[in-house]
T-cell receptor, first 110, second 113 residues
Framework: DAKTTQPPSMDCAEGRAANLPCNHSTISGNEYVYWYRQIHSQGPQYIIHGLKNNETNEMASLIITEDRKSSTLILPHATLRDTAVYYCIVRVHNTDKLIFGTGTRLQVFP | EPEVTQTPSHQVTQMGQEVILRCVPISNHLYFYWYRQILGQKVEFLVSFYNNEISEKSEIFDDQFSVERPDGSNFTLKIRSTKLEDSAMYFC???????????FGDGTRLSIL
């Protein structure tokens, strides 16, 4: 399984962009990168996913490096409600099993 | 926005008793999943289910666990003889098809006494 490495915690000021990095140096060519977050006591919430190209939706942007060994989730204008644990997950090809790590705990402060 | 709903939000059960956790996936979704999260630990995959069959399961999902889609809307997880170590948050998820994003419910907190 492709493993991911994320910093355990990050801080971000409200209104600023939050840039959450993820390393996945052993990713295979057909494996997708998914981002989820978990706000305290709630279920994981899907944010965005991508294969090679950068992706953007109403929640965030996903920047994947050309060699695909790392990616960055960008929350363009963080709010206090974005305080959560953010998980970067590489979904193994031919399986729907999501393997969660320990993620990055993002604290957005006023 | 459609969502996955889980009931009950909290279940307290005596050790050795059977428990059924219920989920209503998003209505047009065809793939269903259960995960669990022991307090303070990672979210762990238990099982995936498609076309009335288990498509994949983890080593956690042993003979005491079973899943069922008893009608067109519900998806259930049964634990036959609960143990103290089954205490956890249990999350149901669904996706429109394989490989598509999984959408999670807010979980059932299972407490085994």
């Amino acid at each position: 399984d492709a493993k991911t490495t994320q910093p355990p915690s990050m801080d971000c000021a409200e209104g600023r962009a939050a840039n959450l990095p993820c390393n996945h140096s052993t990713i295979s060519g057909n494996e997708y990168v998914y981002w989820y977050r978990q706000i305290h006591s709630q279920g994981p919430q899907y944010i965005i996913h991508g294969l090679k190209n950068n992706e953007t939706n109403e929640m965030a942007s996903l920047i994947i490096t050309e060699d695909r060994k790392s990616s960055t989730l960008i929350l363009p204008h963080a709010t206090l409600r974005d305080t959560a644990v953010y998980y970067c997950i590489v979904r193994v090809h031919n399986t729907d099993k999501l393997i969660f790590g320990t993620g990055t705990r993002l604290q957005v402060f006023p | 926005e459609p969502e996955v709903t889980q009931t009950p939000s909290h279940q307290v059960t005596q050790m050795g008793q059977e428990v059924i956790l219920r989920c209503v996936p998003i209505s047009n979704h065809l793939y269903f999943y259960w995960y669990r999260q022991i307090l303070g630990q990672k979210v762990e995959f238990l099982v995936s289910f498609y076309n009335n069959e288990i498509s994949e399961k983890s080593e956690i999902f042993d003979d005491q666990f079973s899943v069922e889609r008893p009608d067109g809307s519900n998806f259930t997880l049964k634990i036959r003889s609960t143990k103290l170590e089954d205490s956890a948050m249990y999350f149901c998820a669904s996706s429109s098809r394989g490989g598509q994003p999984q959408h999670f419910g807010d979980g059932t907190r299972l407490s085994i006494l």
